[in-house]
């Protein structure tokens, strides 16, 4: 966004009247500049999770309006089979987050990341083979970061099935020992988001436990 | 968003204080309010499709920051196998264009849709089962809806490979007359869009074909 500076004519007015008018510009002006901070931070900013009186995350509404970063196709970090149907993953992310991350490689506090579970059908309409994504959700899980409320590493999961309201996962789940011991980046899976891996390569922010695991490959 | 510089000229002014502070404030008011409007207006605007001085579609360059509608995993509408590689297709539409069609359930002219082809990982990092996406782009194809270009009927595909400009996709090809006959909504395939397939069933907008072909189902 750009501000353009105005221009000004004062041509023969009175010691007061400039005085005023200057007065009510510099007002005028900063009146603008305010709108226009407001604009810019507004659409950086990282917009924080929000909780429940009693503590439970609530699932942004919005967040299919997010940034989006992959879908995964009946993706398992278990050695035991897969359940019976098959199912896509979506993942996003806010885009305030998003923006910072691109900008440094890392996430800010209050990032929160959106993975939704869908049915995946194979027949319908004109499709023939492979599968396409179905409207009916089978379940959210939220990842957030925020450091004062999850002082342990920062972060913390949250579980929603038909729910707009969660609890969160205990910590004893296997979830957090596995993104704490493997996650690219910061308890994070970068390494399955296509468009940020490279960024955070780049950027140096891969962690010591993922480069000595991908050596290893 | 834009600021419109404001011009000043009002020299030789005396005993008017009251009425120029009106003005003052006046405009202060306006070009404030000419911020905050024209700011509202860039955010729901469909942003156009940009052409080449010789017709080639520019890839949009910030297309991964647009809103996405679904991802498909292997889908093909042609009976005879599918190549010896797995696939992922991500959807993402302009903004602009998917708010109009939340609130109305069509596209608006100037609609541009990408569709962005990722290879599937399978066994990397801590995967064991199931599929992710690659950081290598295979091909994009763009979709946009330009009346005034496209009389026919108001769409044209374009093909990218690696380069950021593509030329239209010849008419006589098999996608125009498939989603002419088979598309949901206008064109597009609409059944295969989770969010967007609610819609246009609330708004009333799905195809007679579309209909009718769901219906022998």
């Known amino acids: 966004m750009m501000l353009q500076p105005t221009a000004w004519n004062r041509g ?4 007061i009247l400039k005085a005023m008018k200057t007065q009510l510009i510099a007002l005028a002006v900063l009146a603008c500049l305010s709108t226009a901070a407001s604009s810019d931070t507004a659409e950086n900013a990282v917009r ?20 989006y970063l992959t879908s995964g196709f009946d993706m398992s970090y278990s050695a035991v089979a897969v359940p019976g149907h098959h199912m896509f993953d979506n993942v996003f992310v806010e885009p ?12 800010p506090d209050k990032t929160v990341l959106v993975l939704e579970v869908r049915g995946a059908k194979d027949k319908g309409s004109i499709n ?28 913390a999961f949250f579980g929603f099935d038909s729910g707009t309201s969660a ?34 390569t780049e950027k140096g922010t ?7 695991e991908s050596a290893k490959n």
Not at 12 to 15: A, C, D, F, N, Q
Not at 48 to 67: F, K, Q, T
Not at 96 to 107: E, H, I, L, P
Not at 206 to 212: G, N
């Open 206 to 212: 891969l962690s010591a436990a993922y480069k000595a």
């Open 96 to 107: 305030g987050a998003y923006k910072s991350f691109v900008a440094t490689g890392k996430w």
């Open 48 to 67: 924080a999770p929000a909780y429940s009186e009693d503590g439970r995350l609530l699932l942004p509404e919005n967040y299919r309006e997010w940034i």
């Open 128 to 155: 023939k083979h492979g599968n396409y994504q179905d409207s009916e959700v089978m379940g959210r899980e939220v990842h957030v970061k925020d450091t004062s409320r999850f002082p342990e590493n920062g972060w």
């Open 12 to 15: 023969g007015v009175s010691g």
């Open 167 to 200: 609890k969160m996962t205990p910590r004893t789940a296997d979830c957090y020992s596995c993104h704490a011991d493997h996650a690219a980046v910061d308890n994070t899976f970068v390494q399955f988001y296509p468009t940020l891996l490279p960024i955070a």
